[in-house]
């Protein structure tokens, strides 16, 4: 099934370090445009343009917003136009037979100040590191509290049973359907934690889906594991997987979405927790199938303590991201009234010209 306009994140800084899919999703593509310059200098204004200008037209529009301010978009995807533009988020590369053309933003800048106000971006990129890996450091503490959190859970679970429930879900979800062709696998991230909070795009990323699966359960109850085993079924019997990893953990599942299926499932728990609203949604309640009564009940002050920690030092690595985002628009604001607007524009649409052909 066709979605005409999604939303999503490429990028994350995880407790793993710095994460991008930009790859997986560049697959069968015709042309990828990659947009330089320092911030401020309208990447993220001439990507946007290009993204109106698909939605105004009536195509297909995969809209990648910007980790560390999602207000912004870092790309768009145009799948009907096989084409793509990307900012170069730190100094990403893509590495594939698609044919690529580089854009540089820094040529807008005023000529008489372009030393300065290049420094001045050179010193927010070395400070904007710093700072992720901070953050990075934060929530790799946080990780490893979730992990002892995960184990109590862990310890208590039925595995024969929760592998009764995944073996159920694929038969409801695929029956014996399989499709003559090589599966194609696209990873993203649903969400992010962001400086304003955690940000998820499941209402936009499951309109277009008939039917929808929402998992609820506790950390280690077995969620992502499900995850995992559908999207290798799916794999085997042909059919295109959008894989959404978790922002915090990007070993771990949250979400998978079948378009040809018309069917999506999701981890409905905290940060991006969502309640059955439409004809169709169907709870699996982890917890309640397949970990043993009462362990909420008996190590609730210890689950309590952990939840302390974990959130603790999930605020610290979003304190750091924030300070990347009052950085990001300091030098953004500084440039900004530096650049020409006009060669932005101009930019903008003769990428739009070329996607046309």
Not at 27 to 33: E, H, M
Not at 152 to 167: Q, V
Not at 320 to 335: M, S, T
């Amino acid at each position: 099934m066709k979605c005409g306009q999604v939303k999503f994140f490429t990028e994350a800084y995880t407790a793993k370090g710095f994460f991008s899919y930009r790859q997986s999703n560049i697959i069968g593509l015709d042309k990828v445009f990659i947009i330089t310059g320092y911030p401020g200098t309208g990447k993220s204004a001439l990507i946007k343009k290009i993204g109106d200008w698909a939605v105004i037209n009536g195509l297909g529009v995969e809209m990648i917003h910007n980790v560390t301010d999602a207000d912004l978009l870092s790309g768009v995807i145009i799948p009907d136009r096989g084409t793509a533009v990307f900012d170069e988020t730190d100094n990403l590369k893509i590495d594939c037979e698609t044919n690529k053309e580089y854009v540089d933003l820094n040529a807008a800048l005023n000529s008489k100040t372009a030393k300065e106000l290049k420094e001045a971006g050179a010193a927010y990129f070395k400070k904007k590191k710093m700072l992720c890996e901070k953050a990075g450091k934060a929530f790799a503490e946080a990780l490893s509290v979730h992990d002892e959190w995960e184990k109590i859970y862990i310890d208590n679970m039925n595995f024969s049973e929760a592998g009764n429930i995944a073996n159920s879900l694929i038969k409801e979800i695929f029956k014996d359907d399989f499709l003559n062709k090589p599966s194609v696998q696209k990873h993203r991230f649903l969400g992010a934690p962001t400086p304003c909070g955690p940000v998820d795009f499941i209402p936009e990323l499951t309109a277009g889906t008939e039917k929808r699966y929402l998992i609820k359960g506790r950390p280690g109850s077995g969620k992502s594991t499900m995850l995992k085993k559908i999207a290798y079924y799916a794999s085997q019997k042909g059919f295109d997987t959008e894989i959404y990893h978790c922002a915090f953990d990007p070993d771990s599942l949250d979400m998978l979405i079948f378009r040809e299926l018309g069917i999506s499932i999701f981890d409905s728990t905290l940060p991006h927790e969502y309640f059955p609203e439409r004809k169709g949604d169907t709870v699996v309640d982890m917890y309640k199938l397949a970990i043993k009564e009462g362990t909420d009940e008996k190590y609730a002050k210890r689950i309590e303590d952990l939840n302390a920690r974990y959130k603790s030092s999930i605020k610290k690595g979003v304190d750091y991201l924030a300070k990347v985002q009052k950085a990001y628009h300091e030098v953004k604001n500084g440039l900004s009234q530096n650049i020409s607007l006009d060669y932005v524009d101009k930019k903008a649409e003769e990428i739009i010209l070329i996607i046309q052909q």
